[in-house]
């Protein structure tokens, strides 16, 4: 019999209630008086019928019982409660230790078995286990339930953050905010993590990308890459996004946390022309490339301005600008109402590439026919051209192709300057 720590038992006491159930008057008093030296909550019931009427109505966490007592006895009152809660702790207490008691106790698991007269130091034990037992369980589901508090907290502040944030523990998805899950258009945590558990198949194999088949390639990656490097680039409704990618080595071992923060706006700023604000030569190859990885053949669209030449020729190369400016807000206006996601691409002077989000021949035909006959004017020019009587029919010239994906992108971008040589 080990020693008790009688302020550890107040201690482990003060989480727990109990009910006493005993026939006898005098002794129920005395053990209730003996138990409220440690337990803050202690009930009594007269006998088994009592004590099962008031387990009904209320929860404890201890339950010491006489055996034979009127009504219903001590073993018919344990039996009905381990109906209701098998893992409900009982002490039995009797001047009775006869075989047959012993074995329905423990058949119905019952914690200890005390004998009466009580021997105060083996009860004190009984009651020290059991409640330091108890006491043990619910700090650890008050810690439990302290760190899910705190981890629906975090996962709240996180979400408010606008850059895309992910943590990898052993190379697997540990924790995600709602701004990571919007770049790759899943709708829950659990839909990441069954969809897509290594996280870098999300990426387009780009050139001066990161792209990784495993969260482990992912992270050897960003380890040792130089930082104008660390750049992922995704397809998300036939739209190019670009994000910069930090990696920051956790405490915890072999733990990382990756954010992704969005610079498409300045991608695209580096990448636009000057003048017309659409995407430049080398971004309309970038889109290019990023597509003839999902598809056999790719239908484009080449739209140029008749008579183009002859403006820089006549009025200089202000006024040249000025209907390459034109030119632009007239594509833009005749094709995005027809399809909003299509990639209109600057392909050098005079020149407009249109990617068509939808590979639809239908579409493509719409789009094409919208553009036939339609002219380029500004203000400006049409008041000179008036006054010099001289003809300057801006109309659009527009040629439809189809490439194949399996040129290489040197021969795609040939074939296109080609093309609008042929105009």
Sequence with gaps: MIDINVIKLKEYASVCSVLYVEDDELIREQTKDFL????????????????????????????????????????????????INYEQHIVVTSAYNDSEHLQKLINLNIDKFVEKPFNNKQFLYVIYRISHEIYNKKMKN????????????????????????????????????????????????????????????????AKGCINAQTNEDLIKQLLHFKEAEKKVRILKNSKTYEYKVTITKLHEENSYMLTFTDITAIHNELFNDLHTKLPNKKFLLEQLDVLRKNHSKIYVILVKVKNFKNIEKWYGKSDAIKVEMEFAKLVKALVQPLDSNAFIGYFGQNNIVILPNQQNSELIKKVYATLQNKVVSTVELSKRNTASEVDLSLRLEEKMLQINTNETLVNIETHLIDEFDLF
């Design 36 to 83: 409220k030296r440690f337990f803050p909550d202690v009930d009594t019931a007269v006998d088994g019928q009592d004590g099962l009427t008031k387990y009904d109505q209320k929860d404890y966490d201890i339950i010491i019982s006489d055996i034979n007592m009127p009504n219903l006895n001590g073993i018919e009152m344990i039996e009905a409660i381990k109906e």
């Design 142 to 205: 008050n810690l439990e339930g302290q760190v899910e508090n705190l981890y629906k907290n975090a996962q709240i502040v996180i979400d408010e953050i606008p850059i895309g944030l992910i943590t990898l523990k052993n190379n697997a998805i540990s924790l995600v905010n709602k701004a990571f899950l919007e770049i790759g258009d899943f709708d829950s945590v659990e839909t990441l993590k069954l969809e897509m558990p290594d996280i870098g198949v999300l990426f387009e194999d």
